[in-house]
């Protein structure tokens, strides 16, 4: 095995491109920087055997499991099914909304126990034997959340899978590489299975080496020192020239950047799109990639909108609270999907409606808008009209198929996002991906009824509210 280092003077690409043989395994931190790194070097590629994958990815191609692994949203209702009573009141889920934060951290948990060579069905005996001094309650927790990990492996084993926690450690591993030089490129910190995955493939005839930059690497224990900015800034052949600039605000800091016309540039700002000093740039000329977490976008903000009117409606059937309509819909931006057509000239026209009724005291809107507005002509009537059409699609629901069919009409993700939110991010394959993992939940077998899960929908007690 060896161990490299290279200073950031030197290419971390070319030190990593140059270590390439005929049949080679490279591994990266993370499947992003693979994929980089492929891209980069295809235009040198040789026609040979050549792998790119993260390190999780290959930990998963050696440590095989006997039949099909659950992950996401699967393994976490099959882990609610398995929970009692009891375990749900002792934790204090009190619902499956409240499992998804507990039943993510319990699986993240188990997959540390699994670097460190522990088995998570053994965890419980080891705590005992290795005399931890534990609290009373720390010990009624793990024995819960041993007998809780042993219902679910046994519920999934019945319906024909296996999770990735209950591999049999590297002694179990296969390897499917022969003959390979294995390049672990910039992975600062190897956990116990891995290092011991690494050893058996250079056990089975492969050749491993492992490449850092900027640090130094123990090559008994592969632990890398500190980093050390002024020793590597010093040990640069060719230093950068950088200039400070001290700006009083953001916006400053932004109008004294576009007086200097530097031309073609880099904005290191992960929240550029939410800052305000971003307006001050010519959106033609920026290139934005947003990391928008999908409960941040538009199109969610109005899932948890319907949400909320179709539970407003448990307390008055039939009718919608005016404070509502008001709170989300007196912006233009939240009135564009449901209206389209509408001009500036109807949205001043609907505002003006709005706080009129509101004037007058009226409390709520009926969901039939021909029982309430005489005027057809009113924009509050057209918006009433859209609005109930989402609803009453939203309330005849009654599986997985329904649900992903209004993602392509009522419910899309093109209709309620933003033009940054479908031009710079990725969030419609992100919904459709999700939407096709949990459909498998279904079509799968694991769960024969959503009701085990969720409350009853709120529209089921709705019908008599609503006009057909």
Request: aromatic share 12%; charged share 20%; net charge negative.
């Given at each position: 095995?060896?161990?490299?280092?290279?200073s950031f003077?030197?290419s971390?690409s070319?030190?990593a491109?140059?270590?390439?043989?005929d049949k080679s395994?490279?591994?990266?931190?993370?499947?992003?920087?693979?994929?980089?790194?492929r891209?980069?070097?295809?235009?040198?590629w040789?026609l040979?055997?050549?792998l790119?994958?993260?390190?999780?990815d290959?930990?998963?191609?050696?440590?095989?499991?006997?039949s099909?692994?659950?992950?996401?949203?699967?393994r976490?209702?099959?882990?609610?099914?398995?929970?009692?009573e009891?375990?749900?009141e002792?934790f204090h889920?009190?619902?499956?909304?409240?499992?998804?934060?507990w039943?993510?951290?319990?699986?993240?948990?188990?997959?540390?126990?699994c670097?460190?060579?522990?088995?998570?069905?053994?965890?419980?005996?080891?705590?005992a034997?290795?005399?931890?001094?534990?609290r009373?309650w720390?010990e009624?927790?793990?024995?819960?959340?041993?007998?809780?990990?042993?219902?679910?492996?046994?519920?999934i084993?019945?319906h024909?899978?296996?999770?990735?926690i209950?591999?049999?450690?590297?002694?179990?591993?296969?390897?499917?590489f022969?003959?390979?030089?294995?390049?672990?490129v910039?992975?600062f910190y190897y956990?116990k299975?891995?290092?011991?995955?690494l050893?058996q493939?250079?056990a089975?005839?492969?050749?491993?080496?492992?490449?850092?930059?900027?640090?130094?690497?123990d090559?008994?224990?592969w632990?890398?020192?500190l980093f050390?900015p002024?020793?590597n800034w010093e040990?640069l052949?060719?230093?950068?020239?950088?200039?400070?600039?001290?700006c009083?605000s953001?916006?400053?800091?932004?109008l004294?950047?576009i007086a200097?016309d530097?031309g073609e540039?880099?904005?290191?700002?992960?929240q550029?799109?939410k800052?305000a000093?971003s307006?001050?740039f010519?959106?033609?000329?920026?290139l934005?990639n947003?990391?928008?977490?999908?409960c941040?976008?538009?199109?969610?903000?109005?899932q948890?909108?319907?949400l909320?009117?179709?539970q407003?409606?448990?307390?008055?059937?039939?009718y919608i609270?005016?404070r509502?309509?008001?709170k989300?819909f007196?912006?233009?931006?939240?009135?564009?999907?449901?209206?389209?057509?509408?001009t500036?000239?109807?949205?001043?026209?609907?505002?003006?409606?709005?706080?009129?009724?509101?004037?007058?005291?009226?409390?709520y809107l009926?969901?039939?808008p021909?029982?309430?507005?005489?005027?057809?002509?009113?924009?509050?009537f057209h918006?009433?009209?859209?609005?109930?059409?989402?609803?009453?699609?939203?309330?005849?629901i009654?599986?997985?198929?329904?649900?992903?069919e209004l993602l392509?009409?009522s419910?899309?993700?093109?209709?309620?996002?933003?033009?940054?939110?479908?031009?710079?991010?990725d969030?419609?394959p992100k919904?459709?991906?999700a939407?096709?993992?949990?459909?498998?939940?279904?079509?799968?077998g694991?769960i024969?009824?959503w009701?085990?899960?969720?409350?009853?929908?709120?529209?089921?007690?709705l019908?008599?509210?609503?006009t057909?």
């Amino acid at each position: 095995m060896e161990h490299v280092n290279i200073s950031f003077s030197e290419s971390l690409s070319q030190a990593a491109f140059s270590a390439i043989s005929d049949k080679s395994v490279m591994i990266y931190p993370t499947r992003a920087s693979a994929d980089a790194a492929r891209l980069e070097y295809q235009e040198h590629w040789a026609l040979q055997d050549l792998l790119w994958i993260s390190m999780q990815d290959f930990r998963d191609l050696l440590l095989c499991m006997p039949s099909p692994v659950l992950e996401d949203d699967k393994r976490l209702i099959c882990l609610y099914q398995v929970l009692s009573e009891e375990d749900k009141e002792h934790f204090h889920l009190n619902g499956y909304a409240d499992l998804v934060l507990w039943g993510t951290q319990l699986f993240q948990f188990c997959s540390e126990l699994c670097d460190a060579g522990i088995p998570v069905l053994e965890f419980q005996e080891q705590a005992a034997q290795r005399n931890l001094n534990l609290r009373l309650w720390q010990e009624d927790n793990i024995r819960r959340i041993s007998d809780i990990l042993l219902r679910y492996r046994s519920f999934i084993s019945s319906h024909g899978f296996s999770d990735r926690i209950f591999h049999e450690g590297s002694d179990a591993a296969q390897i499917p590489f022969n003959g390979y030089r294995i390049i672990c490129v910039n992975q600062f910190y190897y956990s116990k299975l891995e290092k011991a995955l690494l050893r058996q493939c250079e056990a089975a005839g492969n050749e491993v080496l492992l490449i850092y930059q900027g640090v130094a690497a123990d090559q008994e224990h592969w632990e890398t020192g500190l980093f050390d900015p002024a020793a590597n800034w010093e040990g640069l052949k060719s230093k950068a020239r950088i200039r400070l600039f001290d700006c009083e605000s953001e916006q400053q800091q932004a109008l004294s950047f576009i007086a200097m016309d530097v031309g073609e540039c880099a904005i290191l700002d992960s929240q550029f799109g939410k800052k305000a000093y971003s307006a001050y740039f010519d959106p033609n000329k920026l290139l934005v990639n947003e990391q928008l977490p999908i409960c941040e976008t538009h199109w969610y903000r109005f899932q948890r909108v319907f949400l909320e009117i179709l539970q407003s409606l448990q307390d008055s059937p039939g009718y919608i609270p005016l404070r509502i309509i008001i709170k989300y819909f007196a912006h233009p931006q939240m009135l564009i999907p449901l209206c389209p057509e509408w001009t500036e000239q109807d949205f001043v026209a609907f505002e003006r409606e709005l706080y009129e009724q509101q004037n007058q005291e009226l409390l709520y809107l009926d969901t039939d808008p021909a029982r309430q507005f005489d005027n057809e002509e009113s924009r509050l009537f057209h918006f009433a009209v859209s609005l109930n059409a989402v609803l009453q699609d939203i309330m005849r629901i009654t599986g997985i198929g329904d649900l992903a069919e209004l993602l392509s009409t009522s419910l899309a993700v093109e209709r309620y996002s933003t033009a940054m939110e479908r031009d710079n991010t990725d969030l419609l394959p992100k919904v459709w991906s999700a939407m096709a993992n949990f459909s498998a939940i279904q079509d799968l077998g694991l769960i024969s009824s959503w009701s085990e899960l969720f409350e009853i929908p709120v529209w089921e007690s709705l019908s008599c509210g609503w006009t057909t």
